[in-house]
């Protein structure tokens, strides 16, 4: 591997000085002479008929500017963007009915937010109550009553695909082992909620958008459309964002609602969700699953066949479509040799706030769903959990591997990354520790997940659900340039949404010219600037900001090295770079300083090559370093998840069969994402990854009671991690380059979530193996825990 | 309904300020809306996450759950008011160097409370730490890194045991 300078490094990251001393601009940041504040009016019906809404008291009270209702929305907004075709439509304000308790019924734009929400509570709704579906196999059942009455039903859609012989892989088995598994909705819940300040300027049309939105300008042109500006009027500004975890992705709702405001007021309007309003009402909560699963096992283990069928309890809208399906299909088979396997999903409306997405997007459920039956497979063969994996993982030597949907694993070293967990957990000792405390009468368990992590996306996934195509570019972008005073200064197109981005860019700047990062300047842009960019989400930006900055810097030092030759008198392709600046190979005392170079390049024209224009900057798109198409049969996905890591998560836990407790003892992961850009930074995102996977699997749930009202609508209800609940994470690395990417990076935000739910599930599981508990539904709290020990203890016969 | 405004005084990272509020005004929000002080930022305001956490009189307080009348004649210490200069405050070099921060969003609380909890005990443990900071939710670090920077602020003493006093 060559010898690399600043990949690789735990370099200080330049977006630090600006956090750490409150001097950072969030979206709540943002103050604008004259801007109104709005509150919202939320709906405490989960699913009525809207027969009146009186404004007029609200409407009396001083200092407020505007009131507008869902008959607004008709006329100042057309529906938010949505990845689906199906004709699911939403308003930012809830049109003729509203379909979940919480949903917006009503907004306020006023001198202060305290005046918006007493005026937003003068407001008079009259509903007349529906039927309340909140179970999603009783709101597929024909003749359920309708979530939306222009859809044939709420099963919005339904599509089983096959791939490989799957039918032969079940024949030929020795065993079909079998699993019901529910995972549960969770919520991403940044400590940033999501907002918006919009203003809007009638006589040139334009509307000015600060948000945390983070496809700025991949779905700027969307989001026009529902603002009913002209995308060349639209500018959207990148903000600092408090964490998204793919929650922050579009934020049509927010922002419709800032922007109508700033329209009816003629004043820029500010809305910022309060915590409720996010618990309830935002894009950011997950899938909801009900699983029916099947592996086909030979009498050595060996894995023959996989059938998953899915039913996936949407809410109210359709905002991402089955999205995150295909997600989870990119990498169904996990990093195991299966020969083909079978995909049932039912998506189904109900009367909930709908799905968006949150880490891990689908594939976290579909890790769960896996490991959980590859622990059955060894429980009911008496085989050993780490030895069935190892039986069953696609070898090094097989890469770049074909899995049988279509997608490709680029690379990897499963058996590595798994030996280098055993070591570091100490698995033999483990098992002597776990002897003697269950000697004890201690219920310790030790987890073992060995899972996939794929990144960096293809827009496919979202279409290859139907015979028609869609789009098939996901673009990043930067501009580079160097100044006059020898400054470099790299251009963002996508948002800081809250890890390392800057860093990584200027990493990477310093890589391919030996220039230090901390002295590169990175900035952003807004949409009407921007360059195509699609924005965060699907661990993609570490993978094509890297690309995007290569490309740059390519294109750029290629127009340097003319000047510099022109000035040195030599050869272009005798021109390398440095710390300071350009010199001739071999010959280091014929330099040129960057300085010297910029100050050249702007304003000292006759000295550059004749011909050439004024100035040095480059500007770089970088596409999607591997996407192919699927087939017309879709027999064959194509490759549109092929940046794929990898991961083992060993968790030692006791459970207190009294109370039902977990409590976490030790948790070792170890992860291969390719090429390490900043260990540090890349050591954040694993532990936080974990930290989200440890409240997914004992504490996070969005619950809702059988009449839709949502009973985890504060911090008190849903609960957090906190540093007393997760433990210190010991962390390993392997790095197995990407064939496919510039310097081998692979995408590694979100494997944390992606793998732990599924390791603690083993873990407890195995915890309770003396009382022949099996785990097949998160979270365990310690509520549920007890129940199932309780019963394990009063009906022995479950005891295997 | 008219609303009538108290008058108070609050001296906030050292310099007084004189101010009409309504009774019913959040501390948080005279800080960030009335003071222009945006660095102490709104999580829940319902006094879980901790991310509004200031120091009121050297205590931690959640500005959310503290009206700004309460606070009349406080002295009141943001996370503007550890790096004045821009500087970074030892205490913000920790957390940089060990990463104890992602997003950000919750970084000025998680710094006021190492602040208190340094001053109040120069070497804390692992297990001191983690029960100290388990008073304010991060979404991003899952900790680690937040811990590790509180370890490394002791080690270096970034916070005088009398600063507040």
């Known amino acids: ?800 | 309904m008219k609303r009538s405004a108290s008058v108070i005084g609050l001296t906030v990272n050292g310099v007084r300020h004189e101010l009409a509020v309504e009774p019913r005004r959040l501390l948080v929000d005279c800080l960030r809306d009335d003071l222009g002080l945006t660095g102490t930022h709104i999580g829940c305001e319902h006094g879980v996450c901790g991310t509004c956490t200031v120091l009121v009189d050297g205590e931690t307080v959640r500005s959310c759950l503290m009206l700004a009348v309460q606070a009349d004649g406080a002295s009141i210490t943001t996370v503007e008011g550890l790096a004045p200069d821009g500087a970074l405050h030892p205490l913000q070099q920790a957390f940089r160097e060990a990463q104890g921060l992602q997003c950000g969003f919750c970084t000025p609380g998680m710094l006021l409370l190492a602040w208190e909890l340094l001053r109040d005990n120069a070497s804390p443990s692992e297990a001191e730490i983690r029960a100290a900071i388990s008073a304010n939710l991060c979404r991003c670090t899952g900790y680690q890194g937040i811990v590790e920077a509180v370890q490394l602020a002791a080690e270096r003493h970034a916070v005088p045991a009398a600063a507040a006093r």
Not at chain 1, 41 to 70: E, K, M, Y
Not at chain 1, 201 to 225: F, K, Q
Not at chain 1, 575 to 596: E, L, T
């Open chain 1, 1 to 800: 591997m060559a010898t690399r300078t600043w990949i690789g490094k735990d370099v200080p990251r330049l977006e630090d000085p600006r956090l750490l001393t409150g001097r950072a601009n969030y979206t709540d940041d943002v103050r604008l002479p004259g801007m109104a504040h709005a509150a919202v009016l939320r709906s405490p019906q989960a699913h009525a008929r809207i027969v009146r809404i009186d404004t007029s008291r609200a409407r009396a009270l001083p200092g407020v500017f505007a009131v507008i209702t869902g008959e607004d929305a008709k006329e100042l907004s057309n529906p938010l963007p949505a990845f689906c075709a199906e004709p699911v439509v939403e308003y930012a304000l809830a049109v003729d009915k509203v379909r979940y308790a919480g949903e917006a019924v009503a907004a306020v734009a006023a001198v202060d937010r305290y005046t918006a929400e007493d005026a937003a509570a003068l407001i008079d709704v009259e509903y007349e109550a529906l039927p309340v579906l909140t179970d999603p196999m009783e709101a597929m059942k024909p003749g359920a009553p309708k979530v939306h009455d222009n859809l044939p039903g709420n099963l919005v859609f339904e599509k089983t695909m096959s791939f490989g012989d799957v039918a032969g892989g079940f024949a030929a088995a020795h065993r079909v082992i079998r699993r019901r598994l529910r995972w549960h909705r969770a919520s991403a819940q940044p400590l940033e909620t999501a907002g918006a300040v919009c203003r809007f300027n009638p006589a040139s049309g334009r509307m000015d958008v600060w948000s945390n939105t983070n496809m700025i300008n991949y779905v700027g042109w969307l989001v026009a459309g529902t603002l009913k500006v002209a995308p060349s009027k639209l500018s959207i500004n990148p903000m600092d964002v408090g964490g998204s975890f793919g929650s922050k992705h579009v934020l049509g709702k927010v922002i419709a609602i800032a922007a109508m405001l700033a329209r009816r007021t003629g004043r820029a309007v500010k809305f910022m969700e309060d915590r409720v309003d996010n618990l309830t009402a935002c894009e950011n909560l997950a899938c909801d699953r009900y699983y029916d699963v099947e592996l086909a096992v030979a009498a050595d283990g060996t894995f023959t066949g996989l059938r998953i069928k899915v039913v996936d309890d949407y809410g109210a809208y359709f905002q991402f479509g089955h999205g995150t399906h295909g997600n989870a299909l990119a990498q169904a088979t996990g990093p195991y040799r299966i020969p083909g396997f079978e995909y049932t999903v039912q998506c189904v409306l109900t009367n909930k706030c709908q799905q968006g997405v949150f880490r891990g997007a689908g594939s976290d459920a579909n890790n769960f769903a896996l490991e959980r039956l590859v622990d059955a497979a060894a429980q009911e063969l008496g085989l050993d959990r780490v030895e069935i994996r190892r039986r069953n993982f696609i070898q090094p030597d097989a890469f770049p591997f074909k899995m049988p949907a279509g997608n490709i694993y680029d690379s990897g070293d499963y058996p590595k990354v798994l030996d280098q967990a055993l070591t570091m957990a100490g698995w033999n000792e483990l098992r002597k520790m776990q002897a003697e405390a269950r000697a004890q009468g201690r219920l310790v368990g030790i987890g073992l997940a060995t899972a996939q992590q794929r990144s960096v996306y293809g827009p496919t996934e979202f279409w290859f659900w139907y015979d028609t195509p869609g789009l098939t570019s996901v673009p990043e972008s930067v501009g580079l340039s160097l100044g006059p005073t020898g400054e470099f200064i790299v251009t963002m197109f996508s948002p800081f949404w809250g890890n390392s981005p800057e860093t990584v860019v200027a990493q990477v700047l310093g890589e391919e010219l030996g220039i230090d990062p901390a002295t590169v300047t990175v900035t952003y842009e807004d949409s009407l600037h921007g360059l195509p960019s699609a924005g965060p989400g699907g661990s993609r930006m570490t993978v094509m900001l890297t690309g995007a900055v290569v490309g740059a810097a390519r294109k750029l030092k290629e127009k340097m090295a003319r000047i510099a030759a022109h000035l040195l008198e030599a050869a272009p392709e005798d021109i390398v770079f440095g710390a300071g600046g350009a010199s001739v190979r071999g010959v280091p005392n014929k330099a040129v300083g960057y300085a010297d170079l910029g100050l050249k390049a702007y304003w000292f024209k006759l000295d550059l090559p004749a011909g050439m224009e004024s100035g040095l900057e480059a500007r770089h798109t970088y596409d999607h370093p591997y996407l192919t198409p699927p087939s017309a049969d879709r027999k064959d996905l194509g490759a549109f998840y092929p940046m794929m890591g990898h991961g083992a998560h060993i968790p030692v836990v006791e459970v207190n069969p009294e109370t039902g407790q977990v409590r976490i003892l030790r948790y070792v992961a170890v992860h291969d994402v390719g090429t390490i850009v900043n260990p540090r930074s890349l050591r954040g995102q694993i532990a936080g990854g974990i930290a989200q996977g440890i409240g997914m699997a004992l504490y996070e749930q969005v619950l809702y009671d059988a009449g839709g009202q949502p009973l985890t609508a504060s911090f008190m209800d849903y609960l957090l991690p906190t540093a007393q609940e997760v433990p210190r994470i010991e962390i390993g690395h392997v790095e197995t380059p990407s064939p496919f990417t510039e310097y081998g990076v692979k995408g590694g935000g979100e494997g944390g979530r992606m793998i732990a739910p599924a390791a603690l599930a083993s873990a407890v599981e195995d915890a309770l193996a003396p009382l022949g508990v099996t785990i097949d539904e998160l979270p365990m709290t310690p509520e549920r825990l007890a129940t199932l020990v309780e019963a394990a203890v009063s009906h022995p016969a479950h005891i295997l």
